[in-house]
């Protein structure tokens, strides 16, 4: 873990914050990638994933912005409430679980709302190779659009779209337009509300897009019916041990109280810290992180929110 001060927080939009971080003493921060988040620690306990949006060639501060949601579990309405400047905080060094395809001949960064955060990062990283790329960034009203200024004074301003919902309709954003023509090496990138990434994932998908060319990165799950759950076992295959997991607790708590640490932040299956092997036994994947293929391989599974489909589950624990 490291420790930064807050050295700025500014509201960047009605119920968006960014904070920036700078490190406690005179070494640099740890270098990071476009598409990169850290994890912040609370008081209250409470870890939470933000994704970098300064310049990855910045090495004196990191700086994330924050969505003050009102479902919060208690992450981004800490941040909002109780973190100031000047104080100290614990963060995890960079990680990147969104990287670039820098190889790609062309980039299309699309965000909605609070999902301009990586966009950012990546258009920096972008800009500086001097890659042919777009940003078309969907926000709901001006207000709650954060970083507009900064993009419409960056030097990359005129490789951004803005797309107001409550504007004009010739600016709206027409999906099919710019994804209707696919070419080899031209890589999608997509992050925002679900109902945002799911318009654009399907619309590619309509389009023919291959998979291997599509990037997305969730910062919520969808709503995960939960009626037809049933209680099932967990093996654990280093100890033997073998856990009752019952219709209405995931695999995660239950390892939790039983004092089996595994790292954990979203809670929701969508930022893949708590990915476990798979031993035996068939999961009920529930994530958003995993492919299609990677969950088709049964091999590994989010504890957090994934289930059995077999009566046991024999994990590498």
Not at 136 to 147: G, N, Q, T
Not at 229 to 258: H, K, M, N
Request: net charge negative; with cysteine.
């Amino acid at each position: 873990m490291l420790q930064v001060q807050v050295f700025q927080k500014t509201a960047e939009a009605v119920d968006i914050s960014s904070f920036e971080l700078r490190a406690v003493g005179t070494e640099p921060l740890p270098p990071f990638s476009p598409g990169s988040h850290i994890d912040v620690c609370m008081a209250n306990g409470v870890t939470r994933q933000y994704s970098l949006c300064n310049s990855p060639e910045e090495r004196h501060r990191y700086v994330i912005g924050v969505l003050k949601d009102p479902s919060s579990r208690g992450g981004s309405i800490a941040m909002h409430e109780n973190i100031e400047v000047g104080q100290i905080i614990s963060i995890s060094e960079p990680r990147n679980l969104f990287p670039l395809e820098e190889s790609g001949k062309k980039h299309l960064l699309f965000a909605g709302g609070i999902g301009i955060t990586p966009m950012l990062a990546m258009a920096h990283a972008l800009a500086v190779l001097d890659a042919d790329f777009e940003l078309h960034y969907c926000f709901r009203s001006i207000d709650r659009a954060a970083f507009a200024g900064a993009l419409q004074e960056s030097p990359f301003r005129e490789r951004v779209y803005l797309h107001d919902d409550s504007g004009a309709d010739e600016q709206k954003l027409n999906a099919k337009q710019f994804l209707g023509q696919i070419e080899p090496d031209v890589h999608l990138y997509v992050c925002g509300p679900s109902g945002f990434m799911n318009h654009i994932l399907d619309t590619a998908a309509s389009c023919g897009w291959p998979k291997e060319q599509v990037h997305r990165e969730y910062f919520a799950a969808t709503a995960i019916d939960h009626e037809g759950d049933q209680p099932f076992e967990v093996e654990l295959a280093i100890s033997g041990q073998v856990l009752q997991i019952p219709a209405d607790r995931s695999v995660f708590e239950v390892l939790d109280e039983a004092g089996i640490e595994i790292p954990s932040s979203c809670e929701q299956g969508v930022c893949g810290s708590c990915i476990t092997r798979v031993l035996q036994g068939v999961p009920d994947h529930r994530d958003q992180f995993m492919t299609p293929a990677e969950q088709a391989r049964n091999d590994q599974f989010t504890p957090c929110c994934s289930r059995s489909k077999s009566p046991r589950l024999v994990l590498d624990l």
